[in-house]
């Protein structure tokens, strides 16, 4: 069992560690415990289980006497469980000890410290030492991914268009909506096809006559689901957009990806794939559209 609460973009970096505990325990289900849209999307991908974070499981947080039954026998069954919604020492932790008192239990901070200067990854591995086996199963899953990307292969019948997301859930972390509109206009006069994906945060970040603005250079669309963003993603030929979600799991899919950073370190939250190139610049803003253009074009 893993469970997690944070961004799509740090889900996406735990899923070697789902792969890897597949492959050691190829007789038991792997189930994530995580939001419904999240669970369907790992279901997808890595053909994993999931079980809704809503249907009773914040009881863990205070009185786990409270928890519905099914959750304590799932609880029960499991002989490996890895969260990031709680760490040791937290009644979190003393009451999963109880009601699975022969699980593995694994705390595991989402995000390295201030100051951390290797990958993601590299973080979590460090904190799987204790756990030298399933260390040196997510090692290799990560060495796959890098080589192959993981989980669901895309369809070799890929549409010839690039798909933007000018998007994230930060805005320091967004390279300007004006300089992806320019970027639309350099794939237009050079005669590709490109397409925009806008989800929540961008219908309610953008003026009404930026979100036209796009409209207006390229066919947009708004996926309502993750599922809806995956299929987006495995159907384009590449892929360009800020340090978010979508980015990391175009990466991940093998999706040729650019994606561009400012504030947040490549160092450290590069998307995890085969065919995945990084842009910095600080502030994002200085990066030149020529710049992104010729990455984005190389990286096809």
């Not at 937290?90 to 951390?116: F, M, Q, T």
């Amino acid at each position: 069992m893993i469970f997690h609460s944070a961004a799509l973009g740090d889900f996406v970096l735990t899923w070697p560690l789902a792969v890897a505990l597949g492959r050691l325990y190829p007789q038991s289900r792997i189930i994530y415990v995580t939001s419904a849209q999240k669970g369907a999307l790992a279901e997808k991908v890595l053909r994993v289980d999931f079980a809704d974070v809503e249907s009773g499981w914040h009881h863990l947080f205070g009185d786990a006497g409270s928890l519905p039954e099914p959750c304590r026998k799932m609880l029960a069954g499991a002989h490996t469980i890895a969260t990031s919604v709680a760490r040791e020492g937290d009644a979190w932790i003393a009451n999963i000890r109880s009601l699975a008192p022969e699980s593995i239990v694994a705390p595991l901070e989402p995000r390295p410290p201030d100051g951390y200067s290797s990958h993601a990854t590299d973080f979590l591995l460090r904190q799987l030492d204790a756990l030298p086996t399933i260390r040196t199963a997510v090692a290799q899953i990560l060495a796959s991914a890098a080589d192959r990307g993981l989980g669901l292969m895309r369809s070799n019948a890929v549409d010839d268009h690039i798909l933007v997301h000018p998007g994230s859930g930060a805005e320091a972390k967004c390279w300007p909506a004006e300089c992806f509109l320019r970027l639309l206009d350099k794939l237009h006069a050079s005669k590709r096809t490109a397409r925009v994906i806008l989800g929540e945060v961008e219908l309610e970040q953008f003026p009404a006559d930026t979100l036209r603005r796009f409209e207006s250079a390229a066919p947009v669309s708004r996926p309502e689901t993750y599922l809806d963003l995956l299929s987006e993603l495995s159907r384009a030929s590449a892929y360009v957009g800020n340090d978010s979600g979508p980015t990391h799991l175009a990466g991940i899919i093998g999706v040729p990806t650019l994606a561009l950073f400012g504030p947040t370190d490549p160092a450290i939250w590069r998307p995890l794939g085969p065919k995945v190139k990084t842009l910095r610049a600080q502030p994002i803003a200085t990066l030149a559209v020529e710049d992104v253009y010729d990455a984005l074009t190389r990286a096809e």
